[in-house]
């Protein structure tokens, strides 16, 4: 549907929060997962990393995700882990991985550390943006935005 506004693959920014913003000071994220049925999205944080130096996008700011490969393959090994499983039992140290922990609560800790939050749709605009390095996953990958 043409008219629909799907958030596969984007990134976004906070509705009318960022006004009068320069767009390198603007929060902006990527989207890892859009759940259309349930109108949510989870995201992670992009952060301004130096400027491309060569080619059409010479002195642009280049934009990454703020977690590192590692964390972003365990995010993605561990998304659809079972609830049941539990990790870490016994363990308790660093207020939390304790006897009844689950994968599910591990992984959700393990997110909030680099940011990744599950966001109503609603919320967000998304920005004009072209993926840079086409790369196999978020850590290697890099955005130039077209937000002004």
């Given at each position: 549907?043409?008219?629909?506004?799907?958030?596969?693959?984007?990134?976004?920014?906070?509705?009318g929060?960022?006004?009068?913003?320069?767009?390198?000071?603007?929060?902006?994220?990527?989207?890892?997962?859009?759940?259309?049925?349930?109108?949510?999205?989870?995201?992670?944080?992009?952060?301004?990393?130096?400027?491309?130096?060569?080619?059409?996008?010479?002195?642009?700011?280049?934009?990454?995700?703020?977690?590192?490969e590692?964390?972003?393959a365990?995010?993605?090994?561990?998304?659809?882990?079972?609830?049941?499983?539990?990790?870490?039992?016994?363990?308790?140290?660093?207020?939390?991985?304790?006897?009844?922990?689950?994968?599910?609560?591990?992984?959700?800790?393990?997110?909030?550390?680099?940011?990744?939050?599950?966001?109503?749709?609603?919320?967000?605009?998304?920005?004009?943006?072209?993926?840079?390095?086409?790369?196999?996953?978020?850590?290697?990958?890099?955005?130039?935005?077209?937000?002004s």
């Amino acid at each position: 549907d043409p008219s629909k506004i799907y958030f596969y693959n984007k990134v976004v920014t906070p509705k009318g929060r960022t006004s009068g913003l320069r767009s390198s000071s603007k929060p902006y994220y990527f989207v890892l997962h859009y759940d259309e049925e349930g109108k949510t999205m989870r995201i992670i944080p992009l952060v301004a990393r130096g400027a491309f130096e060569n080619g059409k996008r010479a002195g642009r700011v280049r934009w990454k995700a703020t977690a590192s490969e590692a964390a972003a393959a365990a995010a993605v090994e561990n998304l659809h882990a079972p609830t049941h499983t539990h990790i870490n039992k016994g363990a308790g140290a660093n207020g939390g991985s304790g006897d009844g922990d689950t994968r599910e609560d591990h992984l959700r800790r393990f997110l909030e550390v680099v940011g990744v939050v599950t966001v109503p749709c609603e919320d967000w605009d998304i920005v004009p943006a072209d993926a840079t390095n086409k790369g196999t996953g978020v850590a290697e990958e890099s955005w130039d935005i077209f937000d002004s």
